[in-house]
């Protein structure tokens, strides 16, 4: 029998309690190496209290975190973010006044040693402009960040994650309020970096979810209501009914155009 591996990952009997409120109620959730793990769940379902409570920015009120066999569980920030685990917002947090290649440059420096900052070569690093390169921005390596569009703010903060280093990130509904080429651009580069990095995604937009998302877990009033392919997700009917009435049909075929079933 193959041994099966420890998961990079893994939530077991999370609880977060605001006040007299439960917003997640006893998760259990494990992320291999390498997986594209898209969650998704209708509104105040707990996806990003969840995604908070990985990355140190709210503490659970019960369960543990382990990441690569550690725990994790209530360390600070800063402290997970070396550990390896790097996440975006909703918003896009890039320094306007700054360039491209110094937002990359500026994050890149967050895990370094005060050795090797003090060694760094001033000026384009290999490491920022390969960065650059991947997330599509390297043309524009010199440009204040406040003139780049929402799309690429987004690329941006996905390329400033991606200078730390991390083995696992997390991404927050990363193509809310983009274009429709831009949201075919991002899912491109979710595939290309899950091809060396663990990705869990937050995402409301269910064409980009049937076209990219692998494997999918539901997260519904705090719970994990299921989990698996999309094909296995759309067709349970437990996930049909908690997104009824909400505007998002979950089983409606791929939209025109798209690839991938
Ligand atoms: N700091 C807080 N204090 C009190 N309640 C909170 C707090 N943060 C979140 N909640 C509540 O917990 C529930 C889960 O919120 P959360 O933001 O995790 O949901 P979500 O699934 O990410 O929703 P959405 O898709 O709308 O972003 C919601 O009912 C929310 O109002």
Not at 48 to 76: A, E, M, N
Not at 147 to 155: A, D, N, T
Request: aromatic share 4%; net charge negative.
């Amino acid at each position: 029998m193959t041994p099966v591996a420890e998961p990079l990952l893994r939530l077991s009997g999370i609880r977060v309690v605001f006040g007299s409120f439960t917003a997640v109620d006893g998760v259990d959730l494990s992320v291999a190496e390498n997986e594209l793990r898209f969650l998704i769940g209708p509104n105040g379902a707990g996806k990003t209290t969840l995604i908070d409570v990985v990355t140190g920015r709210v503490r659970p009120s019960g369960g543990r975190v382990l990441f690569g066999g550690r725990d994790i569980t209530g360390l600070r920030e800063h402290a997970i973010v070396r550990a390896g685990i790097g996440r975006t917002f909703q918003t896009a947090t890039v320094f306007e006044q700054l360039t491209v290649a110094d937002n990359v440059d500026l994050a890149a420096c967050y895990r370094m040693g005060p050795l090797r900052l003090l060694r760094r070569r001033r000026g384009l690093s290999d490491t920022v402009a390969a960065v650059l390169e991947r997330v599509g921005l390297l043309a524009l390596a010199d440009r204040p960040a406040g003139v780049l569009s929402h799309g690429q703010r987004q690329w941006l903060e996905i390329g400033m994650l991606l200078a730390q280093s991390p083995r696992l990130l997390l991404l927050d509904e990363p193509v809310a309020g983009m274009s429709a080429g831009e949201r075919e651009r991002t899912g491109e580069l979710l595939v290309e970096i899950a091809a060396d990095h663990t990705v869990v995604v937050v995402e409301h937009d269910m064409d980009f979810l049937r076209r990219y998302a692998r494997d999918v877990t539901v997260l519904h009033e705090g719970r994990v209501l299921t989990e698996g392919t999309v094909a296995q997700v759309q067709a349970d009917e437990r996930v049909q009914e908690v997104y009824l009435g909400r505007n998002v049909d979950v089983a409606a075929p791929l939209a025109v155009g798209a690839e991938g079933e």
